[in-house]
């Protein structure tokens, strides 16, 4: 799978878009990217995912460039539950491989 | 969504002996369940893929003589941790794949393992 660079971590005001940044740029033709996030000591919760077209669902919108090798997780209204590490993943065959994920921490 | 439980959700034992963890698909049939490692302050690690009436595969350097899984059946899978010992403290983490391709793989809430 193609490897994933984020920023460690992140500072968001609450009631703000939280722009994420994920750089991949080795991501082949058939990779998907996905998006999950874990708060402490939790299990991983899926957020979103995306091969080339921008993705929205209730929790976040997903913006991929052009060339796919980047992307942009945004969650619109950040609150303070969504502090939580976020994993940028490429997905391409039946193994996720988790990074080191951004620290997301929303500020009141 | 689909739901994944773990159970016990944390567990605290003695050196030398053995733990099983349960992983079960609660509202779909899961052909393949995964098993991850989480040390503290560290991402999460993949141990083995478990499927479903075959023997599990597992990572470069996770002995399986020492971390037998058994997935018996479509909703559920074991992991058990054989003569633990302090280093094996750690977060298990199990997911499952409901084969749509749409989220890939739904995760448990983890089972926290310490030894003493």
């Known amino acids: 799978d193609a490897k994933t660079t984020q920023p460690p971590s992140m500072d968001c005001a609450e009631g703000r878009a939280a722009n994420l940044p994920c750089n991949h740029s080795?991501?082949?033709?058939?990779?998907?990217v996905y998006w999950y996030r874990q708060i402490h000591s939790q299990g991983p919760q899926y957020i979103i995912h995306g091969l080339k077209n921008n993705e929205t669902n209730e929790m976040a919108s997903l913006i991929i460039t052009e060339d796919r090798k980047s992307s942009t997780l945004i969650l619109p209204h950040a609150t303070l539950r969504d502090t939580a590490v976020y994993y940028c993943i490429v997905f391409g065959n039946e193994k996720l491989t988790f990074g080191t994920g951004t620290r997301l921490t929303i500020i009141p | 969504g689909a739901v994944v439980s773990q159970h016990p959700s944390w567990v605290i034992c003695k050196s030398g002996t053995s733990v099983k963890i349960e992983c079960r698909s609660l509202d779909f049939q899961a052909t393949t369940m995964f098993w991850y490692r989480q040390f503290p302050k560290q991402s999460l690690m993949l141990m083995a893929t478990s499927n479903e009436g075959s023997k599990a595969t597992y990572e470069q350097g996770v002995e399986k003589d020492k971390f037998l899984i058994n997935h018996a059946s479509l909703t559920l899978s074991t992991l058990t941790v054989t003569s633990a010992h302090p280093e094996d403290s750690s977060f298990y983490i199990c997911s499952a794949d409901t084969g749509t391709g749409k989220e890939t793989q739904y995760f448990g809430p983890g089972t926290r393992l310490l030894v003493l």
């Open positions: 080795t991501i082949s033709g058939n990779e998907y």
